[in-house]
């Protein structure tokens, strides 16, 4: 059975008791709804995400303990929706009329109204585009709405009044404006809901579904529940991350969503199908591709390494470093595991470190004195004290006065 706008019911929570502040940063509030409330809620009247600590169900609703939001930015009878929708807060969105009423709105102002749009509606300008055999899409301009592809909208000015549906959301270029007319008008009748995800769907290369969707299939699409990417898309991206993920730092889901605009859902869908591929790896939420590490280093890092190795046992300290690219060479180095920060701006390379707990373990000697140690290592004092204090928060050796215990 094809869904349409109209038919569309989403499910909302209702505020139904002004929240007030709780331990720490929380909110606590009574709402109503169809189920118990998710994780993760938006708040229509302001687009913000609010995260759900706690949930205790009793007669009069369900009591929640959240952050994300302030107390002055909610109202009576304000509504919440499942973060698993789509829906985004932009400042403007290309919607096509509904049914018979494909007419030209005359007028450049008017209000928009809608479940996703706070009460009262919001004012708006309106830009009519006129497309094939005289149908229009109109881009509606605002301060700012939650926008749902497929959900319903209307415009009122005057006596006038108009049924629309969000095809999609901005910022566009005029292209992207183009094109999308272009594709809507090509379905016969009335865009069904499936129909705007799947025009979506062939306009970007990927689309983020709404629950409703979760088991519809596309043609050469992959992807599952909320994701659905173009077999080519896919192709793309993933070379285009795992190319960046190659440079010394790796790369965060974070950073991804800013330098290219992937929504967090389909971040996650392409980093983890690398990851199960073998190509990525995680490390402490950033994402390394599986080289050797000495492949990803800089020119200056390579140059500090080969000075690292060259040194040896008498370790190298960090003043003798001639510039700031240098010192940046050397962070990259211990970024990627290669060398060691010691204490009082001593550094090793992780081999040499690696070589002197063997050479320390292979004598049969347990207790040493630290005189004794430094004529071993042939080290400065200085030197040997950060080492020492290395090899202890390493469980090499314990320190006790003048002498350590090899454990």
């Known amino acids: 059975m094809k869904l349409y706008p109209n038919q569309w019911h989403l499910p909302f929570w209702k505020v139904v008791q002004l929240p007030f502040a709780g ?183 990927w689309v983020v579904l709404p629950p409703e969707l979760y088991q519809e299939t596309f043609e050469d699409a992959l992807g599952d529940n909320s994701i659905r990417i173009m077999k080519r898309t896919n192709d793309f991206w993933q070379n285009k991350l795992l190319r960046r993920c190659k440079l010394p730092k790796g790369l965060s889901p974070q950073e991804c969503e800013r330098e290219w605009g992937l929504p967090h859902p389909v971040t996650n869908f392409l980093l983890a199908e690398l ?8 490390k402490a939420g950033r994402y390394h591709a599986r080289l050797n590490s000495e492949k990803r280093l800089s ?11 060259e040194r040896g046992e008498l370790g190298l300290k960090k003043e003798s470093l001639k510039d700031d690219l240098q010192v940046r060479g050397l962070e990259e180095l211990c970024e990627l595991g290669l060398a060691v920060a010691l204490d009082d701006g001593w550094f ?21 004195k630290i005189s004794d140690l430094r004529e071993y290592l042939d080290a400065s004092r200085s030197y040997l004290l950060a080492l020492l204090l290395e090899l202890e928060k390493r469980g090499v050796l314990k320190r006790e006065g003048n002498e350590c215990h090899l454990r």
């Open 299 to 309: 020119l200056y890092a390579r140059t500090i390494l080969k000075r690292l190795v």
């Open 275 to 282: 990851v199960q591929k073998n190509l990525l790896e995680e």
């Open 348 to 368: 090793l390379s992780s081999e040499v470190i690696e070589g002197i707990v063997q050479k320390l373990t292979a004598t049969n000697k347990r207790v040493w």
């Open 23 to 205: 331990e720490g940063k929380y909110l606590q509030m009574v709402i109503k709804g169809p189920t118990t409330p998710p994780e993760h809620l938006i708040h229509v009247e302001t687009g913000k995400h609010l995260l759900v600590k706690n949930i205790e169900t009793q007669d009069q609703g369900f009591v929640i303990t959240a952050k994300g939001l302030t107390l002055n930015q909610f109202r009576p009878g304000d509504r919440l929706l499942s973060y698993g929708y789509p829906a985004r807060w932009e400042l403007e969105g290309l919607f096509i009329p509904q049914g018979a009423m494909n007419q030209l709105w005359q007028g450049q102002r008017a209000t928009l109204m809608g479940s996703l749009v706070r009460q009262g509606g919001i004012p708006v300008e309106v830009q009519p585009r006129e497309g094939t055999k005289g149908k229009y899409t109109y881009l509606l301009k605002c301060k700012g709405v939650l926008l749902l592809p497929g959900a319903f909208y209307w415009l009122e000015h005057a006596n006038q009044r108009l049924d629309l549906t969000l095809l999609a959301p901005g910022p566009f270029q005029e292209k992207d404006l183009a094109i999308l007319g272009q594709k809507a008008f090509r379905f016969p009748g009335l865009l069904s809901i499936r129909g705007i995800y799947s025009i979506l769907l062939r306009q970007k290369g």
